[in-house]
């Protein structure tokens, strides 16, 4: 292209771009380039007059500062060591309890559940078919599609199929000996520094409560004292967090997580230690499903309030959970779904309800898909994820749907949690005559504070944060400062013209949303249109319908990738160094473990197990000869633990593996900076369809894989760059021969060079060279997992080969040192439909103490009687963008020799100025949430 004709397309493409909303990428005015967490700000804005976009990315498992563990043993295998029946013939209640059980008592382990049925129920008056009391239980299955637990009782009033709880009391009962001080001040803004009377007593490391009363100047700072002045509110405004340093010359506790909301002197705020909860509890890899009530085709015994009536049908299902987590922490929930067992006639998966998080912290729910309640009826019925009384709960990769409410927040202790990625779809289902209509996915009652809703998508559902009025136990405000970003709307729910209803006590937050569906509503409910007083001022909202150009298109994932590329607080013990950092090999290693931190002690597990003081203690060299999941952490006197780092070892020779119509990934070492990786890769026919690449967490669909090549659908070998697939050179492969393949990676960069040696060839073949990482991934800052899918056809993958094989890690050691950043989440923005790649969507009570469970809530629309079934995941071929010259990529044209005349000058910077103006306008309409 010559200069003129280079003119003419600068031309064309600024006018462009300076006059369409659609051609640029835009930020919001709340959260900008420069933006850091307020609690690091000198001036932070305060909760009760000022709007802020809080720091999020401490939810989940550890802060998700470390991956899942991938716990191996030891293994209590219920068939072969305590006769459970996998054939769904008898009860294995008792076997299942017993090995979980005899787990506990041995410290912890792997309670195994192979492939098969197994029915469970209560016994007599339990309030649980199955019941984990201690910490370090991993209960697993071999998948959601090969290990069902079938509950074959249907009188389940308040009662768990699985409850996973502590025997201590409540976050709001002080635990004896605990010290008790007042805070010192005010805290009006988010703060990890906590003024106190008096320190002593308590030591790096404590987990702490945070609390304040809901007094009568509390509730009518928020309007609601004809509402809130007689209810039981629980403790107030409350905060668990874990104590990294505590200074005794000023009174001084620095926490691990900032506060959610103000806590005041007035309201007796003031701190004290938790009670203890249970840790590194682990559910993963099975189906839950419960029998139907024999008279789920009664047109009577189903009504919205009929759960009060002792007789009819809803008295006996009322208030049901298939899981329920109670005074956990650091514990996760992966690859669990509901299903329908084959006995039952109607659609329905579970009685009640699905899954409840209650006086938690730090729980990760991944990869999760709760569905199908039999009942929808008032009072806390066919609520599929319920996050009350909890804190700084992630769920990620989560779909729930055919519900009177999917997503759930509740009461005034629950703050700080994330919803990223996943589903909510078919709110209003019933799956019997009768019961109630849909709220939608919501903040329920009682001000919840500070969650965030995160890149999620709606299939006729939608979420709400607003005034609740009388409704149940004058539920009165329902949120604040909780924030909905970049929401993506698939299809209106049926009387709905709106995903996202906001109207919270102060301020909220909608920004962003994209789809086919994608209005914002600040009006509330019509019902209560009369009191919109009561949450002035109005909710911030903008680029409604213009979420696909938000920058940064995931809040979460770009503030955890923010946090962990910057300096670390003070006050925990450096992280434990591995080496060699993992990766597979051929004869067995000595690792070597160090940790920065002076007279720090390293505890370490060889079975992927969190370690805790109770590990073995790190003091020579460990050999190790076979696959191995390592995890070490430090521990120091005057310092919180430090985070635990992760390695995981290989010993597979030349094992290959064949790879089809499934995703497998296998974990590698955790890689931070550059690296390189080798493998070969033997297609079964051509041409095929598979993909080869690296991954953070196992992949389960394309949007997980980073770096990746792929033998096409077209026949030649190629690479994704960013949003396409390329090659640089075309390789036109052929069935049955192998090829070598070797991956030059820069996390920190973002890219990678993929070279090809063809099987007989000793000369590699550059195929892709900076490329960038898939555009999904392109934040993610450590790498852990190999994956490989064959959408057509077989791949047969051999000889991998991770970082601690090769020598020539030459950029490491030339001191690029990479970038040690944060996106714990894959990078991914969603179960997006991959339609430019050829892919698919994918779809994947007995309470006590302070968590009170009195949700009359005897209102709702009828809703959809859809029994569609959910989007399975069901990946396909990505499409290939490839030149038919392999020169075109490095060809060049000059201007050098062409000067550009005065006129034509002045003319491009008229128009660079049009241009300047245009974008001006439209982020000025953006920033004030004008509906474009």
Not at 824 to 843: R, V
Request: aromatic share 8%; charged share 25%; with cysteine.
């Amino acid at each position: 292209m010559n200069c003129r004709g280079f003119a003419l397309f600068l031309v064309v493409g600024l006018c462009c771009l300076g006059f369409s909303v659609d051609a640029y990428a835009w930020r919001s005015i709340l959260y900008d380039m420069d933006w850091s967490p307020p609690h690091t700000q000198d001036s932070a804005p305060d909760f009760e007059t000022q709007k802020l976009i809080q720091d999020f990315s401490y939810a989940g498992y550890r802060r998700s500062e470390v991956e899942l563990p991938q716990v191996s043993g030891p293994v209590f295998d219920v068939v072969e060591d305590f006769g459970a029946d996998a054939t769904g013939s008898s009860d294995t209640t008792g076997a299942i309890q017993d090995a979980i059980d005899v787990a506990a008592e041995a410290g912890g382990g792997v309670v195994y559940l192979p492939a098969g049925t197994y029915r469970v129920s209560p016994s007599g008056d339990a309030s649980a078919s199955l019941r984990i009391r201690s910490s370090n239980i991993v209960l697993r299955g071999d998948g959601p599609s090969q290990t069902y637990l079938l509950n074959d009782e249907w009188q389940m009033r308040g009662t768990d199929i699985i409850r996973v709880d502590s025997p201590n009391a409540g976050w709001a009962s002080v635990p004896d000996g605990s010290p008790e001080t007042d805070i010192a001040s005010d805290l009006l803004e988010p703060t990890v520094e906590i003024p106190v009377e008096n320190a002593q007593g308590f030591s790096p490391g404590d987990w702490v409560v945070l609390r304040a009363d809901a007094t009568d100047p509390f509730t009518a700072e928020h309007n609601m004292e004809d509402l809130w002045a007689d209810q039981s509110l629980g403790a107030g405004v409350l905060f668990i967090r874990q104590v990294l340093t505590v200074d005794d010359s000023t009174n001084i506790l620095t926490i691990d997580v900032p506060t959610r909301y103000y806590l005041k002197t007035r309201d007796n705020a003031r701190v004290h230690l938790v009670n203890p909860h249970l840790e590194e509890v682990g559910l993963e890899d099975f189906s839950i499903g419960n029998i139907e009530h024999p008279n789920h085709g009664s047109s009577s015994g189903w009504g919205v309030n009929e759960y009060h009536d002792e007789g009819s049908n809803a008295y006996d299902v009322h208030a049901s959970y298939a899981l329920r987590l109670q005074r956990v922490r650091n514990s996760w929930v992966r690859n669990v779904h509901t299903y329908r067992p084959e006995q039952n006639e109607s659609e329905a998966h579970v009685l009640s309800n699905g899954l409840r998080i209650g006086n938690s912290v730090a729980v990760t729910v991944k990869d999760s898909h709760f569905q199908r309640a039999l009942y929808a009826g008032g009072g806390g019925n066919a609520y599929m994820v319920r996050i009350t009384n909890a804190q700084e709960i992630l769920m990620q990769d989560t779909v729930v749907g055919y519900n009177r409410h999917g997503f759930v927040f509740s009461h005034m202790q629950t703050s700080g949690n994330v919803i990223h990625r996943g589903r909510a779809e078919h709110t209003g289902w019933r799956a019997v005559p009768g019961g109630a209509g849909s709220s939608g996915s919501d903040h329920h009652m009682w001000l919840s504070q500070s969650n965030l809703v995160d890149n999620t998508q709606l299939l006729r559902d939608y979420f709400v944060a607003f005034y609740r009025h009388t409704w149940g136990s004058n539920h009165g405000h329902s949120a604040v400062h909780s924030v909905f970003w970049n929401l993506e709307g698939l299809e209106y729910y049926s009387n709905r013209d709106h995903i996202v209803n906001t109207q919270q006590a102060r301020y909220g937050y909608a920004i962003g949303t994209r789809g086919e569906a994608t209005g914002i509503s600040t009006a509330g409910t019509p019902s209560f249109a009369g009191e919109a007083h009561r949450t002035e001022p109005e909710d911030h909202v903008e680029g409604e319908g213009e979420g696909a150009t938000l920058e940064p298109r995931s809040l979460f994932a770009d503030q955890l990738y923010r946090r962990m590329t910057s300096p670390q607080p003070d006050g925990r013990a450096s992280t434990p160094e591995v080496s060699p950092p993992g990766g597979s090999f051929g004869e067995s290693q000595q690792v070597q473990i160090s940790s920065e931190s002076a007279d720090a002690t390293i505890y370490y597990t060889l079975n992927g197990a969190t370690p805790t003081t109770d590990s073995a203690i790190y003091d020579a060299p460990i050999e190790l000869d076979e696959d191995t999941n390592l995890r070490a952490v430090a521990v120091a006197d005057g310092l919180a633990d430090s985070p635990v780092t992760a390695a995981a070892f290989r010993f597979s020779g030349d094992d290959c593996r064949t790879i089809a119509d499934t995703w497998w990934s296998t974990p590698s070492s955790r890689q931070i900076g550059p690296f390189e990786f080798e493998f070969e890769a033997t297609p079964s026919v051509q041409p095929i369809n598979s993909v080869m690449g690296l991954s953070d967490g196992d992949a389960h669909r394309y949007q997980d894989l980073a770096a990746i090549a792929r033998f096409s659908p077209e026949g030649i070998i190629d690479a994704r760059n960013g949003g396409d697939y390329e090659a640089d050179t075309s390789i036109y492969y052929e069935a049955s021969t192998t090829y070598r393949f070797r991956f030059v990676v820069d996390i920190g960069a973002g890219t990678y060079d993929v070279y090809v040696t063809p099987e007989g060839e000793e000369q590699e073949v550059l195929i892709a060279s900076d490329y960038d990482f898939r555009t999904e991934q392109a934040k993610v800052y450590r790498l852990n997992r190999f994956a490989s899918f064959a959408a057509e056809g077989e791949n047969l993958i051999c000889d991998l080969v991770m970082p601690a094989d090769l020598v020539a890690n030459e950029s490491e050691q030339e001191g690029d040192d990479g970038d040690d950043g944060g996106d714990d989440d894959n990078g991914s923005d969603g179960d997006d439909t991959d339609t430019e790649n050829g892919g698919q969507d994918d779809g994947h009570n007995h309470d006590t103490g302070d968590d009170p469970d009195d949700d009359t809530d005897d209102h709702g629309d009828d809703g959809s009687d859809s029994t569609g079934d959910p989007i399975d995941e069901t990946p396909e071929g990505e499409e290939t963008q490839q030149s038919d010259d392999p020169t075109t990529a490095s060809s060049q044209s000059s201007c050098s020799s062409t000067a550009i005349s005065p006129a034509n000058a002045l003319f491009l910077v008229g128009l660079f100025g049009l241009w300047l103006l245009g974008i001006r306008r439209n982020r000025d309409a953006l920033a004030k949430g004008d509906d474009r």
